[in-house]
């Protein structure tokens, strides 16, 4: 069993900075990308950003600018650094792997990201 273990979320002002971590209990081989994704109350879970093994990264059209994304194969780690954070950005962020050929899909328990305006 793959467990995610999402940190760093939290409560800060509009213009604030945080940053995400998230480490795997295991080490994927293959192709596999390692993402965040955010669901707002009310709202669809969407994709904020995402990073291959390859370190290809994609983000959304609303992060891009703002949030860097970035992973440690050595660590198993995905970590996402939110800068110039806005009140919509408020939701709970999770922590995703997906492996490309088994098509297979873990997450995260999530973390509460609430930007005050």
């Known amino acids: 069993q793959v467990q995610l273990v999402e940190s760093g979320g939290g409560l800060v002002q509009t213009g604030g900075s945080l940053g995400l971590t998230c480490t795997a209990s295991?080490?994927?081989?293959?192709?596999?990308?390692m993402g965040w994704y955010r669901q707002a109350p009310g709202k669809q879970r969407e994709l904020v950003a995402s990073?291959?093994?390859?370190?290809?990264?994609t983000y959304a059209d609303s992060a891009k600018g703002r949030f860097t994304i970035s992973r440690d194969n050595a660590k198993n780690t995905v970590y996402l650094q939110m800068n110039g954070l806005k009140p919509e950005d408020t939701a709970v962020y999770y922590c995703?792997?997906?492996?490309?050929?088994?098509?297979?899909?873990?997450w995260g328990q999530g973390t509460q990201v609430t930007v005050s305006s």
């Open positions: 995703n792997v997906h492996l490309t050929f088994a098509q297979v899909d873990y």
């Open positions: 295991r080490t994927f081989f293959g192709a596999n990308t």
């Open positions: 990073i291959t093994n390859g370190g290809t990264a």
